[in-house]
């Protein structure tokens, strides 16, 4: 049985594909479109992944969508969203699939959050699980508790909105001058170089109820009806106005992070313990924007009452397609679908062929490796070791907003220039920005405190390496490690090889291939350009090495032309969804 999950018209779309409950094939539609967080009907990613697949369109039993529009519609008529009537639409979803995809079989329709948990509980590996879902919002739903068993999950309390984690962060992260929809991840950053000298103000924010309950205090907030996440009542809570965006960072701005990470992480562990208290189940599966907060992670899995924590990789709307296509194929056949997630490399990949025929058209000469991959890899430690930055394209693109060595950027740990380096030059992105480490497995517990693989660096830990890792170290002693299975990605396992053992070190840094405002590179042609426009010293495309100096002379004064194609990347231009308020349409 072949089942296409799709989730889109939000914030990020993406698909899937499920045949007989295995999944085979994923992406987001922003790495092809080059627009960030395009919320589209993911017809590009839909194309991948039938071809992925090997069927065509006729051979789909069935669409499965992410959210219930209906519901949807209701919340937002409640909310007051009807200015563009086009918009609120029920039926608008399924006419869009079968007009914009061709599409003529059956189409299932899901609650948001119960895609969320399948998305999580499905492919966990566990046989039964309790289940925790915490974003924005979906239809009406904030927060979710589950139990999850064989092929069911059975939603046993929720939250409603206006009163949502997901959006006091939102809130805060507007208030200290960031973009909504995309940096409280950069909120979550500053936090470490903060004290929590705010924590009275950020609890009068949001009060924690009975059972699984909180509550925002509605009076600082604008969310529901305005134009703006905060209401001026804000500002005079805290004694500050609004951060200017890219305005300078003050003690002030750092403590509020930390003040709001502080009570997010209070919240959450709250919530998880009474989770525990209802399901007595020793593992937990967590999904939801709100499960991206890799510090929160660490925190449940070391003072909360669970064994063991799975987060979904892509745990954000673009990976609620995997929960819907789930939920499908368990109502179809009553199986349970999915297995243990091991890795996440589901995305498009190029052959070495295909490379090279695209180098010779650009007019780009590379040291070609092909069928010497000791080589390769020896040349990329000499390049790494001498403190270069290099792009990694290798294999199939990951699936969620983490670089998991497909589409990474790497350097040397040990470099104390090079988390400067790699903000300022390469990612050209604020300073206080942390890297994560890659880390073959093997060797993760003498340099961080973890006891357990990390494959999709979703949590946060101590860094208790004897090296000096300077790079991959935050402010707080801490780090997001991946650790790396040669059986998962057997290449860039064997780069982390040599690299140890030229260095004694066996780890680097690894961050997503992409500039500041843009997607992470899909293709080849996408690699180039990216490099073209920062200030990579060498490409990795494969089994070829390009060297700076070897990028023909025009090649950037081609750049602006290719700026201004239309859907083209590599342009800093704005997000597709609003950088203000959060999206609810």
């Given amino acids: 049985m072949n089942i296409v999950g799709i989730s889109a018209f939000f914030h990020e779309s993406a698909c899937c594909l499920l045949q007989n409950g295995r999944l085979v094939a994923a992406a987001e539609e922003e790495r092809f479109s080059r627009i960030k967080h395009d919320p589209r009907l993911p017809v590009s990613a839909f194309r991948w992944c039938l071809r992925q697949g090997g069927i065509g369109i006729v051979d789909v039993d069935c669409v499965a969508f992410y959210e219930s529009p209906a519901k949807k519609l209701s919340r937002q008529l409640w909310a007051?969203?009807?200015?563009?009537?086009?918009?609120?639409?029920?039926?608008?979803?399924?006419?869009?699939?079968?007009?914009?995809?061709?599409?003529?079989?059956?189409?299932?329709?899901?609650?948001?959050?119960?895609?969320?948990?399948?998305?999580?509980?499905?492919?966990?590996?566990?046989?039964?699980?309790?289940?925790?879902?915490?974003?924005?919002?979906?239809?009406?739903?904030?927060?979710?508790?589950?139990?999850?068993?064989?092929?069911?999950?059975?939603?046993?309390?929720?939250?409603?909105?206006?009163?949502?984690?997901?959006?006091?962060?939102?809130?805060?992260?507007?208030?200290?001058?960031?973009?909504?929809?995309d940096g409280e991840y950069k909120v979550m950053g500053l936090a470490p170089y903060g004290e929590p000298r705010y924590l009275a103000e950020m609890r009068r924010?949001?009060?924690?109820?009975?059972?699984?309950?909180?509550?925002?205090?509605?009076?600082?907030?604008?969310?529901?009806?305005?134009?703006?996440?905060?209401s001026d009542a804000l500002p005079r809570l805290f004694g500050?106005?609004?951060?200017?965006?890219?305005?300078?960072?003050?003690?002030?701005?750092?403590?509020?992070?930390?003040?709001?990470?502080?009570?997010?992480?209070?919240?959450?562990?709250?919530?998880?313990?009474?989770?525990?208290?209802?399901?007595?189940?020793?593992?937990?599966?967590?999904?939801?924007?709100?499960?991206?907060?890799?510090?929160a992670n660490g925190r449940i899995l070391r003072e909360g009452p669970?064994?063991?924590?799975?987060?979904?990789?892509?745990?954000?709307?673009?990976?609620?397609?995997?929960?819907?296509?789930?939920?499908?194929?368990?109502?179809?056949?009553?199986?349970?679908?999915?297995?243990?997630?091991?890795?996440?490399?589901?995305?498009?990949?190029?052959?070495?062929?295909?490379?090279?025929?695209?180098?010779?058209?650009?007019?780009?000469?590379?040291?070609?490796?092909?069928?010497?991959?000791?080589?390769?890899?020896?040349?990329?430690?000499?390049?790494?070791?001498?403190?270069?930055?290099?792009g990694w394209f290798h294999g199939a693109m990951e699936l969620g907003p983490r670089a998991l060595g497909a589409r990474s950027l790497l350097g040397d740990p040990r470099d104390p220039a090079m988390r400067e380096r790699l903000n300022r030059q390469v990612k050209k992105r604020e300073a206080f920005r942390p890297f994560a480490p890659s880390v073959l497995a093997a060797h993760a517990a003498r340099h961080f405190d973890l006891d357990r693989p990390s494959p999709f660096m979703l949590e946060t830990c101590r860094v208790i390496s004897p090296l000096d890792l300077p790079a991959v170290t935050h402010v707080d002693g801490s780090a997001r490690p991946q650790t790396v299975e040669p059986a998962d990605a057997p290449r860039f396992a064997a780069l982390l090889e040599a690299f140890y053992r030229r260095t004694g070190c066996p780890l680097l840094v690894n961050t997503s291939f992409n500039v500041r405002g843009e997607p992470i590179v899909c293709s080849p042609a996408d690699a180039l350009s990216c490099m073209g426009v920062s200030e990579i010293d060498s490409l990795v495309l494969e089994d070829f090495l390009v060297d700076r100096p070897m990028i023909p002379a025009n090649w950037t004064e081609l750049l602006p032309a290719w700026r201004e194609r239309p859907r083209s990347g590599f342009a800093q231009g704005k997000s597709a969804i609003s950088e203000d308020l959060y999206t609810f349409v």
Avoid at 205 to 230: E, H, K, N, W
Avoid at 272 to 279: E, K, N, P, S, V
Avoid at 326 to 344: D, I, Y
Wanted: aromatic residues 10%; negative net charge.
């Fill in 306 to 390: 669970f064994a063991r924590l799975f987060v979904q990789p892509a745990a954000g709307d673009s990976g609620a397609c995997l929960g819907a296509a789930a939920l499908a194929h368990a109502k179809l056949t009553h199986e349970r679908p999915g297995a243990p997630l091991r890795q996440v490399y589901l995305g498009p990949r190029w052959t070495v062929e295909e490379i090279a025929s695209l180098l010779d058209a650009a007019g780009i000469r590379a040291h070609d490796f092909r069928g010497r991959e000791a080589e390769l890899l020896e040349a990329l430690v000499d390049r790494l070791a001498g403190g270069q930055v290099v």
């Fill in 240 to 295: 500050e106005a609004p951060r200017e965006r890219e305005a300078e960072i003050t003690p002030f701005h750092r403590d509020v992070a930390r003040s709001l990470q502080a009570v997010l992480e209070e919240v959450l562990l709250e919530k998880a313990g009474y989770l525990h208290q209802r399901t007595g189940l020793p593992d937990l599966c967590m999904a939801g924007g709100v499960a991206l907060n890799v510090v």
């Fill in 80 to 181: 007051g969203l009807a200015a563009d009537p086009a918009r609120l639409d029920p039926g608008r979803p399924e006419r869009t699939i079968r007009e914009g995809l061709g599409y003529e079989g059956p189409v299932l329709t899901f609650d948001h959050h119960l895609s969320h948990a399948a998305s999580a509980f499905f492919f966990s590996g566990f046989p039964e699980a309790a289940v925790l879902t915490v974003d924005g919002v979906g239809e009406w739903t904030t927060t979710a508790y589950s139990r999850a068993a064989g092929n069911a999950i059975e939603p046993f309390e929720e939250v409603e909105f206006p009163h949502s984690l997901g959006l006091l962060y939102s809130t805060l992260t507007a208030y200290l001058g960031f973009e909504v929809n």
């Fill in 205 to 230: 924010l949001v009060s924690p109820g009975p059972a699984g309950q909180f509550r925002l205090d509605l009076r600082y907030f604008d969310f529901v009806r305005g134009r703006r996440m905060y």
